[in-house]
């Protein structure tokens, strides 16, 4: 059974997505034709070059002083806080004698002036020694937050890319602005709608498999629970949610520290043993459809 699955997963990939190890990288836009015939129809994802260089957010982004000013008289943003950067994440819950003790933990949210905001994402992220520091900062808000909690900022970018609304036929739902530095962290999951992400300042890794290795993932239920972090003593505590509450997601973490590895790998051997992910890291001036 095993040859015959491996056989599988790599006629599907090669089908869908080719024999390459990376996705498709476009030098250019694509036409809304040749979006909607290469890649929206086949669910296949790619990386497109030369997507947003006309934006103006791509050089007054990078200035802290014109982000600042510019939302200087807005409402508060929203700032979430976690131990170690991994929102929305697997996380073991303390004092729990269970064998599987994992929860799934949601941010502590907290509303602040984006002064505020920014300048504890960037003390994080210049501290030599990250591993001392017990609060990270991300600004990861979602439903529409760009024309919300930042729509001072909203003429620095097209209100939305052209070729893509033809072939959507829709303009965009929602438009979301996240800020975070090298700590902050997604876990792997299945968003249920068509994405355009674009980068306008520093650089995002992304790991991507296809549909047909959902099975791969382990989808199980884990307690949800959100962490309160203290002003005063700068702790988080992790509580779960009441009434109790239980949300499907992935049990696999790709990032394998050394002491687990062995364990890990044991336990979920249909990813570990499986095909590689598909690595992709996307740049300022890029879009990648996923």
């Not at 491996?6 to 034709?33: K, Q, Y």
């Not at 979006?35 to 200035?63: E, G, M």
Request: negative net charge.
């Amino acid at each position: 059974m095993k040859k015959e699955m491996e056989a599988l997963w790599e006629e599907v990939r090669e089908l869908s997505l080719g024999n390459s190890t990376e996705i498709d990288h476009l030098n250019s836009p694509p036409t809304p034709l040749q979006f909607l015939r290469d890649y929206v129809s086949q669910n296949k994802p790619c990386l497109i070059s030369s997507a947003t260089l006309h934006w103006p957010a791509l050089s007054s982004w990078s200035q802290d002083t014109y982000l600042t000013q510019s939302l200087s008289n807005s409402p508060n943003v929203s700032v979430h806080l976690t131990p170690h950067g991994n929102a929305d994440a697997l996380v073991p819950f303390p004092n729990n004698n269970q064998s599987n003790n994992l929860c799934f933990a949601s941010p502590h949210v907290q509303q602040l002036p984006f002064r505020e905001a920014l300048h504890l994402i960037t003390t994080t992220n210049s501290d030599s020694n990250s591993s001392t520091q017990k609060t990270v900062a991300y600004l990861q808000q979602q439903n529409d937050c760009f024309r919300s909690e930042y729509s001072a900022l909203s003429s620095d970018c097209d209100d939305h890319i052209p070729w893509a609304t033809e072939a959507l036929g829709s303009l965009p739902e929602a438009v979301n602005l996240w800020i975070g530095n090298h700590r902050s962290v997604t876990s792997f999951h299945k968003d249920h709608y068509e994405n355009l992400y674009a980068v306008v300042s520093g650089e995002k890794h992304f790991l991507l498999l296809p549909p047909t290795d959902y099975h791969r993932m382990y989808i199980r239920n884990y307690p949800a629970a959100r962490y309160s972090y203290s002003q005063e003593s700068g702790e988080f505590t992790l509580e779960l949610e009441k009434p109790a509450r239980y949300v499907p997601w992935c049990s696999v973490n790709p990032y394998l520290s050394p002491e687990n590895m062995e364990a890990e790998m044991s336990k979920f051997p249909l990813y570990f043993n499986g095909p590689k992910p598909f690595q992709c890291t996307v740049k300022p001036g890029q879009i990648l459809y996923l």
